[in-house]
Protein backbone atom coordinates (compact mmCIF):
# COMPACT_ATOMS: atom_id res chain seq x y z
CA UNK A 1 0.00 0.00 0.00
CA UNK A 2 1.79 3.27 -1.36
CA UNK A 3 1.92 6.35 1.24
CA UNK A 4 -0.56 7.97 -0.05
CA UNK A 5 -3.55 5.56 -0.16
CA UNK A 6 -2.72 5.00 3.80
CA UNK A 7 -2.96 8.44 4.66
CA UNK A 8 -6.73 8.00 3.32
CA UNK A 9 -7.63 5.68 5.21
CA UNK A 10 -5.69 6.52 8.66
CA UNK A 11 -4.53 4.11 11.20
CA UNK A 12 -6.51 1.90 13.68
CA UNK A 13 -5.51 0.88 17.06
CA UNK A 14 -4.56 -2.88 15.58
CA UNK A 15 -2.32 -0.80 13.06
CA UNK A 16 -0.51 0.76 15.60
CA UNK A 17 -0.17 -1.97 17.53
CA UNK A 18 1.00 -4.73 15.50
CA UNK A 19 3.29 -1.74 14.26
CA UNK A 20 5.21 -1.35 17.53
CA UNK A 21 5.44 -4.85 17.69
CA UNK A 22 7.00 -5.07 13.67
CA UNK A 23 9.64 -2.25 15.21
CA UNK A 24 10.85 -4.23 17.50
CA UNK A 25 11.55 -7.04 15.10
CA UNK A 26 13.02 -5.35 12.96
CA UNK A 27 15.53 -3.55 15.00
CA UNK A 28 16.28 -7.06 15.96
CA UNK A 29 16.70 -8.22 12.26
CA UNK A 30 18.73 -4.51 12.01
CA UNK A 31 21.00 -6.00 14.65
CA UNK A 32 21.47 -9.41 12.70
CA UNK A 33 22.86 -7.58 9.47
CA UNK A 34 20.18 -6.16 7.98
CA UNK A 35 19.32 -8.04 5.25
CA UNK A 36 15.91 -7.96 3.94
CA UNK A 37 12.93 -9.78 5.33
CA UNK A 38 9.75 -11.25 3.47
CA UNK A 39 6.51 -9.97 4.82
CA UNK A 40 5.57 -13.38 5.84
CA UNK A 41 8.80 -14.20 7.69
CA UNK A 42 8.50 -10.66 9.51
CA UNK A 43 5.66 -11.90 10.89
CA UNK A 44 6.80 -14.58 12.19
CA UNK A 45 9.96 -12.69 13.52
CA UNK A 46 7.15 -10.95 15.55
CA UNK A 47 5.12 -13.49 16.81
CA UNK A 48 8.40 -15.33 17.80
CA UNK A 49 9.18 -12.13 20.01
CA UNK A 50 5.68 -11.93 21.30
CA UNK A 51 4.23 -15.64 21.31
CA UNK A 52 1.01 -14.51 23.21
CA UNK A 53 -0.06 -11.51 21.19
CA UNK A 54 -3.50 -12.47 19.72
CA UNK A 55 -3.64 -9.68 18.09
CA UNK A 56 -0.55 -9.85 15.65
CA UNK A 57 -1.03 -14.21 15.73
CA UNK A 58 -4.08 -12.79 13.40
CA UNK A 59 -2.58 -11.08 10.99
CA UNK A 60 -1.62 -11.65 7.71
CA UNK A 61 1.21 -10.65 5.40
CA UNK A 62 -1.59 -8.86 3.01
CA UNK A 63 -2.43 -6.57 5.62
CA UNK A 64 0.79 -5.32 6.89
CA UNK A 65 1.08 -2.52 4.26
CA UNK A 66 -0.23 -0.26 6.99
CA UNK A 67 1.82 -1.34 9.63
CA UNK A 68 5.17 -0.87 7.84
CA UNK A 69 3.36 2.47 6.85
CA UNK A 70 3.67 3.17 11.04
CA UNK A 71 6.88 2.23 11.26
CA UNK A 72 8.20 4.38 8.48
CA UNK A 73 6.48 7.25 10.04
CA UNK A 74 8.09 6.43 13.52
CA UNK A 75 11.47 6.35 11.44
CA UNK A 76 10.84 9.76 10.24
CA UNK A 77 9.36 11.52 12.74
CA UNK A 78 12.55 10.78 14.88
CA UNK A 79 15.32 10.93 11.80
CA UNK A 80 15.69 7.55 12.01
CA UNK A 81 16.79 5.14 9.05
CA UNK A 82 13.46 4.16 7.42
CA UNK A 83 13.16 0.06 9.27
CA UNK A 84 10.76 -0.30 6.60
CA UNK A 85 13.02 -0.64 3.96
CA UNK A 86 13.77 -4.28 5.48
CA UNK A 87 10.57 -5.43 4.94
CA UNK A 88 9.99 -6.84 1.23
CA UNK A 89 7.06 -8.42 -0.74
CA UNK A 90 7.40 -12.19 -0.99
CA UNK A 91 9.29 -13.43 -4.17
CA UNK A 92 10.37 -9.40 -4.50
CA UNK A 93 13.83 -9.70 -5.24
CA UNK A 94 14.74 -5.70 -5.21
CA UNK A 95 17.95 -4.63 -4.20
CA UNK A 96 16.59 -0.82 -4.75
CA UNK A 97 17.11 0.31 -0.96
CA UNK A 98 20.55 -1.26 -0.16
CA UNK A 99 21.97 2.25 1.23
CA UNK A 100 18.55 2.87 3.53
CA UNK A 101 19.24 -0.75 4.75
CA UNK A 102 23.09 0.00 5.11
CA UNK A 103 22.29 3.07 7.17
CA UNK A 104 19.44 0.84 9.31
CA UNK A 105 22.24 -1.48 10.05
CA UNK A 106 24.51 0.86 10.78
CA UNK A 107 22.65 2.65 13.25
CA UNK A 108 22.39 2.80 17.27
CA UNK A 109 18.46 1.70 17.84
CA UNK A 110 18.92 2.07 22.10
CA UNK A 111 16.97 4.87 22.13
CA UNK A 112 14.29 3.68 19.80
CA UNK A 113 11.59 1.87 22.72
CA UNK A 114 10.82 5.12 24.63
CA UNK A 115 10.71 7.38 21.52
CA UNK A 116 8.25 4.32 19.97
CA UNK A 117 6.24 4.92 23.21
CA UNK A 118 5.75 8.27 22.66
CA UNK A 119 5.05 8.39 18.66
CA UNK A 120 2.43 5.38 19.25
CA UNK A 121 0.34 7.51 22.20
CA UNK A 122 0.42 10.32 19.88
CA UNK A 123 -1.00 7.37 16.91
CA UNK A 124 -3.48 6.42 18.92
CA UNK A 125 -4.58 10.01 20.18
CA UNK A 126 -5.51 10.49 16.49
CA UNK A 127 -7.85 7.57 15.48
CA UNK A 128 -11.47 8.54 15.30
CA UNK A 129 -13.11 7.75 18.80
CA UNK A 130 -15.66 6.04 16.46
CA UNK A 131 -13.96 2.90 15.87
CA UNK A 132 -15.08 0.77 18.05
CA UNK A 133 -13.32 -2.73 18.47
CA UNK A 134 -15.27 -6.04 18.12
CA UNK A 135 -14.97 -9.50 18.80
CA UNK A 136 -14.07 -11.73 16.12
CA UNK A 137 -17.84 -13.76 16.24
CA UNK A 138 -19.33 -10.62 15.74
CA UNK A 139 -16.95 -9.28 12.98
CA UNK A 140 -17.38 -12.63 10.91
CA UNK A 141 -21.04 -12.40 11.49
CA UNK A 142 -21.00 -8.57 10.11
CA UNK A 143 -18.35 -9.41 7.23
CA UNK A 144 -20.72 -12.54 6.32
CA UNK A 145 -23.65 -9.55 6.32
CA UNK A 146 -21.68 -7.57 3.86
CA UNK A 147 -20.77 -10.55 1.21
CA UNK A 148 -23.84 -11.65 0.85
CA UNK A 149 -25.38 -8.33 -0.39
CA UNK A 150 -22.29 -7.45 -2.16
CA UNK A 151 -21.09 -11.12 -3.68
CA UNK A 152 -19.76 -9.38 -7.09
CA UNK A 153 -17.44 -7.16 -5.43
CA UNK A 154 -15.96 -10.01 -3.23
CA UNK A 155 -16.06 -12.48 -5.90
CA UNK A 156 -12.24 -12.29 -6.43
CA UNK A 157 -11.33 -12.33 -2.86
CA UNK A 158 -9.42 -15.17 -0.84
CA UNK A 159 -8.71 -17.01 2.65
CA UNK A 160 -5.96 -14.00 3.63
CA UNK A 161 -7.86 -11.55 2.25
CA UNK A 162 -11.23 -12.44 4.62
CA UNK A 163 -8.33 -12.71 7.60
CA UNK A 164 -7.37 -9.56 6.86
CA UNK A 165 -11.10 -7.92 6.85
CA UNK A 166 -11.65 -9.62 9.64
CA UNK A 167 -9.26 -8.22 11.53
CA UNK A 168 -10.13 -4.92 10.17
CA UNK A 169 -13.54 -4.89 11.70
CA UNK A 170 -12.14 -5.89 14.93
CA UNK A 171 -10.42 -3.44 14.71
CA UNK A 172 -13.30 -1.70 13.90
CA UNK A 173 -13.76 -0.28 10.46
CA UNK A 174 -17.22 -0.87 9.09
CA UNK A 175 -17.26 -4.19 5.73
CA UNK A 176 -17.23 -1.22 3.15
CA UNK A 177 -14.33 0.45 4.61
CA UNK A 178 -12.20 -2.71 5.11
CA UNK A 179 -13.10 -4.07 1.69
CA UNK A 180 -11.94 -0.51 -0.14
CA UNK A 181 -8.55 -0.77 2.75
CA UNK A 182 -7.62 -4.46 1.45
CA UNK A 183 -8.30 -4.32 -2.37
CA UNK A 184 -5.70 -1.05 -1.63
CA UNK A 185 -3.33 -2.59 -0.16
CA UNK A 186 -3.82 -5.69 -3.45
CA UNK A 187 -3.24 -2.83 -5.26
CA UNK A 188 0.17 -1.73 -4.46
Known amino acids: MSVS?????????????????????????????????????????????????????????????????????????NGFPDLASLAVAEGDGRNDQQDQRRAVAA???SQVEERLVGYAATMRASVPRNQKPRKERPADVAWYAYFCSHREACAKLDGEDKKEIINLLMAGLDPDTALRRLMAAKAG
Open 107 to 109: FDW
Open 5 to 77: SAASFGFTNTDIDVGCRLVEALVRRASEGAQPIGHASLLELARGLHPRDAMLGREVPVGIGMKLTFVAGFCRA
